[in-house]
């Protein structure tokens, strides 16, 4: 059974930098795509970045998009997620997510794994 953990959050300055890990157990990592998702108090969960089993394919969504970096080290069983310029409208709970499968698009219900969770604030 895989199990994912978000190590990585935290409190940041606007215009800072993060880096978000999700780390796999149970199960390589190799074989699922992973997505990055996020979830701000009062509004919809929405899905941010996602990467390829052998991370050659990865998406942003537009309030990220050359901000954010997603890559994968299979090595290690790990997916990070680089954030850059954070903004004070970045703060959210971010979760990683697994699915079985060469690549997956951000819609929550096509993956099967979930991580528990990490807090990203961004306040000055």
């Known amino acids: 059974q895989l199990q994912l953990v978000e190590p990585g959050g935290g409190l940041v300055q606007p215009g800072g930098s993060l880096r978000l890990s999700c780390a796999a157990y149970g199960s390589t990592l190799d074989s699922y795509a992973v997505g990055w998702f996020r979830q701000a108090p009062g509004k919809e969960q929405e899905g941010v970045s996602s990467i390829s089993n052998s991370g050659d394919i990865t998406y942003y969504a537009d309030s990220v998009k050359d901000r954010f970096t997603i890559s994968r080290d299979n090595a290690k069983n790990t997916v990070y997620l680089q954030m850059t310029s954070l903004k004070p409208q970045d703060t959210a709970v971010y979760y990683c997510?697994?699915?079985?499968?060469?690549?997956?698009?951000?819609?929550?219900?096509?993956?099967?794994?979930w991580g528990q969770g990490t807090q990203v604030t961004v306040s000055s």
């Open positions: 997510a697994a699915d079985c499968g060469y690549y997956s698009e951000l819609i929550p219900s096509e993956y099967d794994y």
